[in-house]
């Protein structure tokens, strides 16, 4: 099998460096961040995120579950562990291994404002 | 031919996990995104696209052509098939397969509020 | 030499399928793209531009420099050749060709509306 | 080790064409730019800065660290060396070498106006 084609349906680990909740929403929409998932495999891909902080030691093993030929769009909000999750307002960091290879796009809404913000990247991936 | 020649042109197989169509529009623009393609080579590429969804079975082979040395912008609400088109307001996810190598980017016009939000990325290519 | 070092300092061929000169302005500032080159090297990088559109044949061989150690921020619309410049308002697509290894990074700043929106990404090479 | 396990955690040289401080803040928030890092390992990243400009010599050899299992989101406005800092309101270029694997990204919030506009992407490796 040529790199190439190892490669067609995505990678195994992936990583974002600039993660952050805004703390604050107005107007019409709600600030968040998404991490969307594209699985174009038939099996289910077990996703296993980590969080990292600029101050203390980084939430292991949260767990995610995308299903084969689906997208999830994960909103990191809603990402737990152990009752614990993401705290708003703070400077974070992501990093998602997977059990079979996907594509991970990570994307913000900033509505801090009325008039919103949007950026979004590709994650870069291991 | 060496790996960067062989890629020098593009790939053939393209993928944006976060794709989404604002519902809302206001102020003097409308809400869109865009899948940019860029077809350098002198035949033209037969694209096949893919849509994926959370919650149900891919929208497949939804056909596009790009001519050869020409790009085309092409908006994500007039892709369909037998009549199904994409529905706003839902996540879903894009993959492309071509015939020959092009170039993919993904960008996205929030009009929701008057002033606007832009994002866009270049896709991952297998 | 490796692959990775061999191109730790850039590659000579990039490509930006999304580009679009916003032909209205509001508010403090103008709606401009720039190419955003940066030429880590020591030998001036010599740059040919080639702009494709949907429903023409491309402009090819526009030329820039950027100066050895240096980065040049290039607004599209300053680009011309035999007195033909881009126009505002249509879809079109863009390549480069190096004489040395450069960096391309696209970015469009969107002053449609008095709130601004930009938008970014690293181009893809070949 | 195979080219993809060698890669897994980042990459010792990033790449950054298009970076600028804007100068005018308004509403609730500033402007401003950062150079997200996200060091996956267990050792310290010593990281050194070059700052690149359109029409003089380079800033080189800026010193930041990042500790081991961290991120860090660092402020483009906070970088200097012998009392010098960046210029605001002029187009520059980065680069950063580190002594282990991370990964980078940037992102620059303009508050110009009081409605935001954001941009992020995942920097070039060499």
Same mark, same amino acid.
């Not at 174009?40 to 084969?68: M, N, S, W």
């Given at each position: 099998?040529?790199?190439?084609?190892?490669?067609?349906?995505?990678?195994?680990?992936?990583? /974002?460096? #600039? $993660?952050? /909740?805004?703390?604050?929403?107005?107007?019409?929409?709600?600030?968040?961040?998404?991490?969307? %998932?594209?699985?174009?495999?038939?099996?289910? $891909?077990?996703?296993? %995120?980590?969080?990292?902080?600029? #101050?203390?030691?980084?939430?292991?093993? !949260?767990?995610?579950? %995308?299903?084969?030929?689906?997208?999830?769009? /994960?909103?990191?909000?809603?990402?737990?562990?152990?009752?614990?999750?993401?705290? %708003?307002? +703070?400077?974070? $960091?992501?990093?998602?291994?997977?059990? +079979?290879? /996907? !594509?991970?796009?990570?994307?913000?809404?900033?509505?801090?404002?009325?008039?919103?913000?949007?950026?979004? $990247? !590709?994650?870069?991936?291991?």
């Amino acid at each position: 099998m040529t790199e190439e084609s190892s490669h067609a349906k995505g990678r195994t680990a992936w990583y /974002i460096p #600039d $993660a952050y /909740i805004p703390p604050h929403s107005s107007g019409e929409l709600e600030s968040h961040e998404s991490i969307c %998932v594209l699985n174009c495999l038939t099996e289910d $891909a077990e996703i296993r %995120v980590t969080i990292y902080f600029e #101050d203390r030691e980084p939430i292991e093993d !949260i767990q995610a579950t %995308v299903p084969g030929r689906r997208t999830r769009h /994960i909103r990191t909000s809603s990402l737990s562990k152990n009752g614990e999750t993401i705290p %708003v307002g +703070v400077p974070y $960091a992501i990093s998602l291994e997977s059990s +079979v290879p /996907i !594509i991970v796009q990570y994307s913000r809404l900033d509505a801090t404002q009325p008039a919103n913000a949007l950026m979004t $990247a !590709i994650g870069y991936f291991g």
